[in-house]
């Protein structure tokens, strides 16, 4: 659901079986936030609570998905805005959007009966840009400050816990700041699928729709190096469309390689073999 200041707030669950292939991803995610979940113990022997962690990748890989479900794993309320929500022609707006949004962040978890929120942050590069570079400028400066301001607040009064989680897909146009100890500290990288990740996905896409038995996804994932998970959600969606197309109630190899071409014709897919 939608709220002001597009805000979301997710009730739907994901889950980490619901992401396909991202492994270590997942793996070095789980890892992370295990300090979520054990932060009395991590506390108790002085560990520096864990504030932020870095998603980096291309587009549709999964990011959004994983920040979701890191949500689902550590009980935690969702709340998701994009770095683009914050630039406004006025001075001090987005940094007073940062400090509402935690504060929502906050009251969301008390509602939810939560002890913790995870607050996403899509596109963090648009407000996180290197200070002083040309895609920088002051009003981005203030909102940029503000985040560290709140980060640095953060684990320093007792109650609900925040955890921000940030993505982009430009990771080296961060500013050093967001990237120093307590802040956004554990960067996890979101690469495109390999050919076993595709399968995967492919899998995950279609295990909800009737499939021919001359069905070989195996095939598929083999002839769609490059193609993201979103673009691997499309090829399935776009396949039961052409066999709604003829008129057939299964989706055949003939249908999902229809689907393929649309998909690479409509991004212009730069398609590197990757493995
Ligand atoms: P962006 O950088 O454009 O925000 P993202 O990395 O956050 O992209 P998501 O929004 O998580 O990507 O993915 C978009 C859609 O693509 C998902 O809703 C899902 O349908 C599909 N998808 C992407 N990656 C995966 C995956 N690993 N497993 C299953 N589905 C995936």
Same mark, same amino acid.
């Given at each position: 659901?939608?709220?002001g200041k597009g805000?979301?707030?997710s009730?739907?669950s *994901?889950?980490?079986?619901? *992401?396909g292939?991202?492994?270590?991803?997942?793996?070095?995610l789980?890892?992370?936030?295990?300090f979520?979940?054990?932060?009395?113990r991590?506390?108790? $022997?002085?560990?520096?609570?864990?504030?932020g962690?870095?998603?980096?990748?291309?587009?549709?890989?999964?990011k959004?998905?994983?920040?979701k479900a890191?949500a689902?794993y550590t009980?935690?309320?969702?709340?998701?805005i994009?770095?683009?929500?914050?630039?406004?022609m006025?001075a001090?707006v987005?940094?007073?959007?940062?400090?509402s *949004?935690?504060r929502?962040?906050k009251?969301?978890a008390r509602?939810?009966?939560k002890s913790s929120a995870?607050?996403?942050?899509?596109? *963090?590069?648009?407000?996180g840009?290197k200070r002083?570079?040309n895609?920088?400028?002051h009003e981005?400066?203030q909102?940029?400050?503000?985040?560290?301001?709140?980060?640095?607040?953060?684990?320093?009064?007792e109650g609900?816990?925040i955890?921000v $989680?940030a993505a982009?897909?430009r990771?080296?146009a $961060?500013d050093?700041a967001?990237l120093?100890?307590?802040?956004?500290d554990?960067s996890?990288k979101?690469d495109?699928?390999?050919k076993?990740?595709?399968l995967?996905?492919?899998?995950?896409?279609?295990?909800?729709k009737?499939?021919a038995?001359?069905?070989? $996804?195996e095939?598929i994932?083999?002839?769609?190096?490059?193609?993201s998970?979103?673009?691997?959600e499309?090829v399935?969606?776009?396949a039961?469309?052409?066999?709604?197309?003829?008129?057939?109630e299964e989706i055949?190899m003939?249908h999902l390689?229809?689907?393929?071409?649309?998909?690479?014709?409509?991004?212009?897919?730069?398609?590197?073999?990757?493995?």
């Amino acid at each position: 659901k939608t709220t002001g200041k597009g805000i979301q707030i997710s009730t739907t669950s *994901i889950d980490f079986e619901d *992401i396909g292939g991202q492994n270590a991803a997942k793996k070095e995610l789980q890892e992370a936030l295990d300090f979520l979940i054990y932060s009395d113990r991590m506390k108790a $022997l002085g560990i520096r609570p864990l504030k932020g962690i870095l998603l980096s990748g291309p587009p549709g890989t999964g990011k959004t998905l994983l920040a979701k479900a890191a949500a689902h794993y550590t009980n935690s309320s969702f709340l998701a805005i994009s770095g683009s929500e914050f630039v406004e022609m006025y001075a001090g707006v987005g940094a007073e959007r940062v400090r509402s *949004i935690f504060r929502r962040a906050k009251e969301c978890a008390r509602k939810e009966k939560k002890s913790s929120a995870i607050l996403f942050i899509d596109e *963090i590069d648009i407000l996180g840009a290197k200070r002083g570079s040309n895609i920088s400028h002051h009003e981005y400066d203030q909102t940029l400050n503000q985040l560290l301001v709140e980060m640095d607040g953060l684990g320093t009064e007792e109650g609900i816990r925040i955890l921000v $989680l940030a993505a982009t897909n430009r990771a080296e146009a $961060l500013d050093s700041a967001l990237l120093r100890p307590g802040r956004f500290d554990r960067s996890v990288k979101v690469d495109l699928p390999d050919k076993e990740g595709r399968l995967a996905i492919l899998t995950i896409h279609t295990r909800n729709k009737p499939m021919a038995k001359d069905v070989n $996804l195996e095939k598929i994932a083999q002839e769609t190096f490059g193609f993201s998970g979103a673009h691997l959600e499309s090829v399935a969606n776009e396949a039961a469309v052409f066999a709604l197309r003829n008129n057939v109630e299964e989706i055949t190899m003939l249908h999902l390689r229809e689907a393929v071409e649309k998909v690479m014709l409509g991004e212009k897919l730069d398609r590197k073999p990757t493995d």
